[in-house]
């Protein structure tokens, strides 16, 4: 799963510099008709599942936060 996670940030942060560098009617104008094809036709399904992850993360980080549950990020002190 954690190479799953590392090319979801690097989607995430590539996906946060192409909006970084074009605008939105940009990419409409500029992009040829094939990207703009199935970013149309993809975007929906990807948008979906991005925002029910975002939903579950919202709610999940609202509620008070639960004890460390870690136990090698134990503190356990004054051991030396």
Known sequence: MDEVADKFLDLIHE????SRTVTAHQAL???DETTLQIFWQKWP??????????SML????SGPSGPQRDP???????SG
């Open 72 to 78: 090698d990020a134990a503190e356990t002190g004054g």
């Open 29 to 31: 104008t500029d992009f």
């Open 15 to 18: 996906l946060e510099d192409v």
């Open 45 to 54: 399904n990807v948008s979906a599942w991005a925002g029910s992850l975002w």
């Open 58 to 61: 919202c709610a999940e980080m």
